[in-house]
């Protein structure tokens, strides 16, 4: 009987082990669950670049998340890609409500950092006012990741207008696909900002809080015709793909 019992307390240790592989920090707007293995000073670190961070986007968007969100911090890119499920990044994701970060003590990727998590942040924040596009939240993170040559250029004009782009997204599975969704989700927030500035830009995202559509959003932010505005984007989107 003893033995029993033994061996039942010491699956249920093992299981409370499985169940809990993740300590946690806290800080004002964050709750970090990250793997053991990765030091306490990376963490605080790292917890101090998404408080800037959202700070800083949070006022530039006019939105926040609410109560405090959870990142899970994890040391591999396998353990990234299992837990995240994201379908194109291998170092930083919001997914279904939770943030998703690839830790690595490798100097490039901790240069890297803040724009990663600037993208994941911009993209929570976004998804919060359910009027904006899915399209372009994930544009607009894809800018304030400051990294839009990443996704290479465009090279098929198979879209006739700029709500095609929300069938894309949806639809896009293979790599092929995402890898051109990608390209054009970035020339598409790179045309945007280079034709009209930064600032109507952040606050055309900003209006989706009283308004309904895109048409109506970016006639009221660009002060020109939703027509004339994706002729131009079409025009452009053409002449990259020819070069």
């Known amino acids: 009987m003893a033995t029993r019992f033994i061996l039942i307390m010491l699956a249920f240790m093992v299981l409370g ?6 300590k946690t920090y806290t ?3 964050f709750n970090l669950r990250y793997e053991k293995t990765i030091p306490i000073k990376e963490i605080e670190e790292i917890g ?3 408080e800037s961070k959202y700070n800083h986007y949070r006022n530039n968007l006019g939105t926040s998340l609410g109560s405090k969100s959870e990142i899970f911090i994890l040391n591999t890119v396998g353990r990234f890609r299992a837990e995240s499920q994201s379908r194109v990044f291998d170092d930083g994701d919001y997914r279904a409500g939770k943030f998703y970060l690839l830790y690595s003590g490798d100097p490039t990727h901790k240069e890297n950092l803040p724009f990663v998590i600037s993208r994941m942040i911009v993209k929570a924040l976004l998804e919060k006012n359910p009027t904006c596009p899915e399209w372009l939240a994930e544009a607009y993170s894809l800018y304030a990741e400051n990294d839009l040559l990443r996704y290479g250029k465009p090279a ?3 879209i ?7 069938e894309d997204y949806n639809r896009a599975t293979s790599k092929k696909d995402i890898k051109e969704l990608y390209a054009k989700l970035a020339f598409t927030i790179k045309f945007l900002v280079n034709r009209y500035g930064e600032n109507k830009v952040e606050m055309m995202l900003k209006k ?10 970016f006639e009221a932010s660009f002060n ?3 027509t004339e505005i994706e ?9 990259s793909v020819k070069e």
Do not use: G, H
């Open 17 to 22: 082990m499985q169940i809990k592989p993740y």
């Open 27 to 29: 800080t004002s707007n």
């Open 48 to 50: 101090k670049i998404c």
């Open 156 to 158: 098929r004009v198979n």
């Open 160 to 166: 006739a207008s700029l709500n095609d782009l929300t």
């Open 208 to 217: 989706f809080k009283s308004s309904s559509t895109l048409e109506e959003v």
């Open 224 to 226: 020109e015709n939703f």
């Open 231 to 239: 002729r131009a984007w079409a025009k452009a989107l053409q002449f």
